[in-house]
């Protein structure tokens, strides 16, 4: 039966090797006998020093203590944080923080100004817009405008300061409502022809 395999085995390699010219005939002895190579892995640094683990030295006789095995692994070190572009150019690019961050600032503060003082007069929008809102509207938009560019350009990214329940996220979800709201409440009361409420 070893025969037999040997000499499959060997008949196999022999094809194989005559259809390569690179390749010459392999003896069939040389087939079955296997050789181990030692391997040896090493763990380096991204610095390039070797790592190399301490020792564990234990008595045969007796087992490892517990507190021996199960050694507690440091927490891996806190990941950098990502710089902050301070250049005017960033700051305003279209998918930059400051554009629509600052629209939406604006628009949370239109929509509840509007909703406000369209309860209490019973004005509508463009009425109140007609009747001395736009000195409001510069004033407001200049303040919050400074207000956000300022920490913007320092380096400070509002999610390094999102915390809990007011989160950037939210922030820019409730202004893009706040836009959205805005804008259909100057539509809905032009096509109604006067206040909504």
């Not at 030692?38 to 683990?53: L, M, N, W, Y």
């Not at 554009?99 to 007069?121: C, D, H, Q, T």
């Amino acid at each position: 039966m070893a025969t037999t395999m040997q000499s499959t085995l060997a008949t196999a390699m022999t094809r194989v090797a005559n259809r390569t010219r690179d390749l010459q005939v392999v003896p069939p002895r040389s087939v079955l006998r296997l050789q181990r190579s030692a391997v040896q892995v090493r763990c380096t640094k991204e610095d390039g020093q070797i790592e190399r683990p301490p020792p564990v030295t234990t008595n045969p006789q007796q087992p490892p203590s517990l507190s021996q095995s199960r050694q507690p692994i440091p927490p891996p070190p806190p990941p950098p944080a990502p710089k902050v572009s301070t250049k005017f150019g960033d700051v305003f690019a279209f998918s930059g923080p400051a554009p629509e961050r600052i629209n939406g600032r604006l628009a949370m503060v239109g929509f509840v100004a509007a909703m406000g003082a369209e309860i209490w007069k019973g004005e509508d929008v463009f009425a109140q817009i007609s009747n001395g809102g736009i000195p409001w509207f510069l004033g407001t938009a200049v303040v919050l405008s400074l207000a956000s560019l300022i920490p913007l350009f320092k380096g400070v990214s509002v999610e390094s300061k999102s915390k809990g329940l007011m989160t950037s996220d939210a922030e820019m979800w409730n202004g893009r409502f706040a836009m959205l709201g805005l804008v259909a409440l100057a539509f809905t009361e032009y096509l109604k022809g006067g206040a909504l409420v």
